[in-house]
């Protein structure tokens, strides 16, 4: 099996607003032309219209930020344990 993945992380200056990761089987996957013989896959549409849809967003609708949850360290066993 071939699968696609596409990793997306919106960030709005040192603020990160959304980590998020779509597979999809590449026989599945819809090509959409742009012309001049380009395409664009779905998944990739699918991306960016998260993306825009996500820094359109109000502040409100973003909700807090704590820049002291963003630079924490990351104590990785003892996440693992």
Sequence with gaps: MSMKRRAL???DGPRRLC???MMLHS???VRLPLGNGRYVTDLDKL???RANGIHAATEE???PWDPEADSAEVD???LMS
Excluded: N, P, S
């Design 9 to 11: 992380f919106v960030h």
């Design 19 to 21: 980590k998020d990761d």
């Design 27 to 29: 026989e599945l996957e």
């Design 47 to 49: 991306t960016l219209d």
């Design 61 to 63: 609708e973003r909700g």
């Design 76 to 78: 990785i066993a003892q």
